[in-house]
């Protein structure tokens, strides 16, 4: 069979198949039986769904390799296809959580059975690249949703959930939030490593930037909080004007899973509900409250160019690197991903290393980083996959980086992340840029 795939340096396709779906199984496996039906609110899926999802989608793709190909059941089909127009009609998203059939046990039986035909299309030794490079979108599919599960799993569970692995945090150091100078001028921006990267990281082009500083660490609670005790949640003026209506709307007054209790700020996550802690990044904030928090301090949020070059670009070398780091894949010393440090975000500066050349910090891993850039195709931009990426060039916002959720295979410095403005159950934050 063929050895060398784009997924990883010295591990074969199959390898990281195994791996992968064993990633999933590993995140559930502590659950009880009651906990993979339901769902607790219309962005979240049950468990459930997403194993037999991540599943389903391997089937589209063995379809789209050999166009003879048998789906396992129309009924299953149907249920766990998320929205793929040309795989039929799909089914209500907001009502993943209120049939009881298929049962869990039945999508248990369907995942093993779709990782075995899986496995024998990939020992057959006959796919041609296109076939592998389909095979491997399955498999960062299949991260995304790993990921999609945690924020599931916090809105479902919360402290009652086990993670899977639960490591000291690293001692943070004293740190000074502050901002470093990027030089500007013409910036080559886009995936440009051998491995795998998503349709919508292609192709490289040129964008022009002007001179700008970034903020070395993401907005810590801390500085957020200064926000919210200025009143920001009660001044139109910070808000953008759909950012005003959904504040009114929701009655937001802080982050999600935020609470005032006998006046201190808690917040609920994986370690409970526990205090605020100041030095961690602000998390699960919107595009709104982002955009607001910069107007109010004065600056503004970067555009994914300037994100991609303070993260990658190595000034003195004159390069572009696929991590911050440089180009070594992601440790427990450089990035707070899924597989590393602790479920929750780490205090700011607390890496002993993985600070980009350009001198900031946390770049990948802790949480999605808001940009003012709008999620749409790069110029020459061409689809790898119908309907996966490209339909979704509307009414998004890319976000960047990594969160404490993520997988490490599946990050990359030209990683494009998108969700909607007023979207918050993801581990997102941001930090802001000025040009002076
Ligand atoms: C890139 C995280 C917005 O949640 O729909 C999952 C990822 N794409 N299945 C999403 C995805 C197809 C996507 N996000
Ligand atoms: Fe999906």
């Not at 000074?176 to 030089?183: A, F, G, N, R, T």
Request: include cysteine; glycine fraction near 6%.
């Amino acid at each position: 069979m063929k050895t060398a795939t784009n997924v990883e340096e010295n591990k074969s396709l199959l390898e990281q198949f195994k791996e992968t779906r064993n990633r999933t199984l590993e995140l559930v496996k502590t659950l009880e039986k009651d906990d993979f039906i339901v769902q607790t609110a219309f962005f979240t899926s049950p468990v459930k769904w997403h194993i037999g999802h991540v599943s389903w989608i391997y089937e589209a793709i063995m379809s789209k390799i050999n166009n003879k190909y048998e789906f396992y059941s129309k009924e299953f089909s149907e249920y766990l296809n998320s929205y793929y127009q040309q795989f039929g009609v799909p089914h209500d998203k907001g009502k993943r959580g209120v049939i009881s059939r298929p049962t869990t046990e039945q999508i248990f039986q369907y995942f093993n059975t779709i990782s075995q035909r899986v496995n024998h299309l990939i020992e057959s030794d006959s796919l041609n690249d296109n076939a592998i490079k389909l095979i491997i979108t399955g498999l960062h599919h299949e991260c995304q949703h790993q990921e999609l599960l945690v924020y599931d799993l916090q809105h479902l569970l919360a402290e009652q959930y086990r993670p899977i692995k639960k490591n000291e945090m690293p001692k943070s150091k004293s740190v000074e939030q502050k901002s470093v100078q990027i030089k500007g001028g013409i910036y080559t921006m886009g995936y440009n490593g051998n491995e795998y990267c998503y349709d919508i990281e292609l192709p490289e082009h040129k964008v022009y930037l002007e001179n700008y500083s970034i903020d070395v660490f993401p907005i810590t609670n801390e500085q957020y909080l200064k926000f919210i005790e200025d009143g920001g949640y009660d001044t139109y003026k910070h808000w953008l004007s759909d950012g005003w209506e959904k504040v009114k709307e929701n009655d937001w007054k802080s982050p999600m899973y935020w609470e005032k209790i006998d006046g201190q700020w808690k917040v609920r996550d994986f370690l409970g509900t526990r205090k605020l802690n100041p030095k961690e990044p602000v998390c699960h904030v919107s595009y709104y409250e982002a955009d607001a928090y910069c107007k109010w301090v004065g600056k503004r949020l970067p555009t994914e160019a300037e994100w991609e070059k303070a993260a990658c670009w190595n000034e003195e070398k004159q390069q572009k690197t696929i991590f911050p780091w440089g180009n070594e894949p992601p440790t427990e010393q450089n990035a707070n991903l899924l597989e590393s440090y602790h479920w929750g975000c780490t205090e700011i500066g607390s890496y002993p290393s993985g600070i980009s050349s350009s001198g900031c910090h946390q770049m990948i891993g802790d949480v999605w980083e808001w940009t003012a850039s709008e999620f749409t195709g790069y110029p020459g931009f061409r689809s790898g996959f119908d309907e996966y990426n490209d339909k979704w060039f509307t009414n998004q916002k890319v976000l960047r980086g990594g969160s404490f959720g993520t997988p490490k295979m599946s990050v990359r410095g030209s990683y494009r992340n998108f969700f909607r403005l007023d979207e918050r159950w993801l581990f997102s934050g941001f930090r802001c840029v000025e040009n002076n």
